[in-house]
């Protein structure tokens, strides 16, 4: 609290970080990844994630992670906004966030409304994303302060917790998201053991003894496993429609503001506190504004023809999204998303350790981040509408051209790191494994965070243990460590919850049913 008083406050840290951000070269790299992140969120079926996971190896190169860390918050940002670009005009969610956005925009770009949609989708993702970022300036250090209370059983609660909740409640089966952080556990076990100094899982192969690397692990699973995915579903391009937008803002008419503005805040209000959730994105914001908005609104005729309220609700939830990850990952070092854990991997690769003395340790970094959040709003507004075109014509790219360059960076990023054969292997390895978990319908997710939280948890279990002299009972004796676990626990039971009360419910009417027959 001190050094935090000396610092002048978190305004005075906020004006150091725009300081640092409005410098020619970490403004052309947040303008680099606002830019190549709208270029990713156009193309169907390649994510934020994978974008991150190819452009991690040239991170090494860097000597200061400032600019790596706001191209990456550009990258994520721009993809949430490129993403409504094709599901409007194309009926293409370049993102599985953008789902939602497209069943009402595509609508409106048949009628003839093109402009409007994409001027409520590009508004209402910029205000979104700046109430969103003012309230992550607010809450983030108040957070971390009060994390720094936390003990080892705590930590090694919340890394359950954090896994636990991603793998229950991404995916449609607890089972398969269960397999799957088993996998990542596993890969994350791999190595020397920190404490005894005895290899583990290495099967004799020296360049295992120190682990498998998280770029490996994260360009295998995404750049190599989603690119194969793809290219055996033989995905074209949709073909362009017809309506073409033309002008800046497409000039929403008074009505459209009237019946925009409301969905944009009420948006922001899903999204937000849903992103800092452990619920795999904002996918569920998304299509809970989706659902709202159609339930309350007074044009519900209007619904499933193009109505401007299923537009902004959406897109607002989704920009706001990101800043409610940022929470858990910046103040815990939780991820609560694959792409967050993509992110919390670039902050590793830097040794830059996320969590509640981030606010203490790099003070600089963590607010030039956040500020970058700021600029780079206003770059893609400034950026997205008048690039349309180009966007557009981006899906025309051949897709066997698409894969094999995405494939060619991949093999380059991974050996560039490692200088090993065997490393690539193990990537692609890890990619054919990431193929059959795709096309089997395995989350992803709870691989990258098995791999990165499973180490922290397994430190801090010994670490508890240690403390107490091997007293297992030290899980539950602090109210906090028994409530982080309860929380698991019910994370497991949630989606059976919906199963139980459907045969409860049977059960009732059949009893119903035979009380009447007598």
């Not at 990456?72 to 940002?77: K, S």
């Not at 902050?347 to 996320?354: R, S």
């Not at 509408?385 to 060619?408: D, E, Q, S, T």
């Not at 059976?496 to 009380?515: D, H, Q, T």
């Amino acid at each position: 609290m001190r050094r935090r008083a000396e610092r002048g406050g978190a305004m005075s840290d906020l004006l150091n970080g725009f300081a640092t951000v409005l410098t020619p070269t970490n403004l052309l790299f947040a303008m680099i990844g606002v830019t190549v992140g709208t270029f990713i969120g156009v193309l169907p079926g390649i994510g934020p994630a994978l974008t991150i996971a190819l452009l991690l190896p040239i991170t090494f190169s860097l000597d200061d992670p400032v600019g790596a860390l706001i191209m990456f918050a550009g990258i994520y940002y721009g993809a949430m906004y490129g993403g409504s670009t094709t599901s409007i005009l194309l009926n293409t969610p370049g993102e599985s966030a953008s789902v939602a956005t497209s069943i009402e925009g595509h609508q409106m770009a048949r009628r003839g409304r093109a402009r409007a949609a994409l001027a409520t989708a590009a508004i209402g993702s910029f205000v979104a994303g700046t109430i969103s970022t003012v309230l992550l300036t607010v809450i983030a250090e108040p957070v971390a302060s009060l994390a720094t209370s936390f003990r080892a059983a705590d930590y090694f609660a919340l890394a359950v917790l954090a896994m636990v909740c991603v793998t229950a409640l991404v995916g449609r089966s607890v089972v398969r998201g269960l397999l799957s952080l088993v996998f990542g556990l596993f890969l994350g076990l791999v190595g020397i053991d920190s404490l005894t100094g005895q290899s583990r899982f290495t099967f004799g192969s020296l360049e295992l003894l120190d682990g498998v690397g998280i770029v490996v692990v994260i360009v295998g699973l995404f750049a190599i496993g989603e690119t194969l995915h793809a290219a055996a579903r033989g995905d074209t391009p949709s073909t362009v429609d017809p309506v073409e937008p033309r002008g800046f803002l497409g000039w929403l008419s008074r009505d459209d503001w009237r019946r925009s503005w409301k969905p944009w805040l009420r948006g922001t209000a899903f999204g937000f506190p849903l992103g800092a959730l452990p619920s795999g994105g904002a996918e569920i914001p998304t299509f809970l504004s989706y659902t709202y908005e159609k339930h309350r609104s007074p044009h519900k005729e209007e619904f499933g023809n193009g109505a401007i309220e299923g537009v902004a609700g959406p897109e607002a939830a989704n920009n706001a999204s990101f800043s409610g990850v940022l929470v858990p990952l910046l103040t815990l070092g939780i991820p609560t998303s694959a792409t967050a854990a993509v992110l919390l991997a670039a902050f590793q690769i830097f040794n830059v350790q996320p969590g509640p003395q981030l606010f203490e340790r790099s003070p600089e970094l963590v607010w030039a981040l956040i500020a970058s959040l700021y600029i780079g709003n206003v770059m893609l507004l400034l950026l997205n509408l008048p690039l349309i075109g180009l966007w557009v014509k981006v899906l025309r790219i051949p897709r066997p051209l698409l894969y094999a360059g995405i494939l060619l960076f991949a093999t380059l990023g991974v050996y560039a790191v490692s200088n090993s054969v065997v490393e690539v292997l193990i990537a692609y390895g890890i990619g054919v494994i990431g193929f059959f978990m795709r096309r089997y319908d395995f989350p992803l997710a709870p691989v990258i965070l098995g791999v990165i939280l499973g180490p922290l948890m397994e430190e801090q279990f010994r670490r508890a243990l240690v403390i107490a002299d091997g007293d297992l009972t030290v899980f539950v004796t602090r109210p906090l460590t028994v409530v982080l676990l309860m929380l698991a626990v019910l994370a497991l039971a949630v989606p059976y919850l919906p199963r139980l009360v459907a045969r409860a419910r049977g059960r009732s009417a059949e009893k119903l049913a035979f009380a009447e027959d007598d």
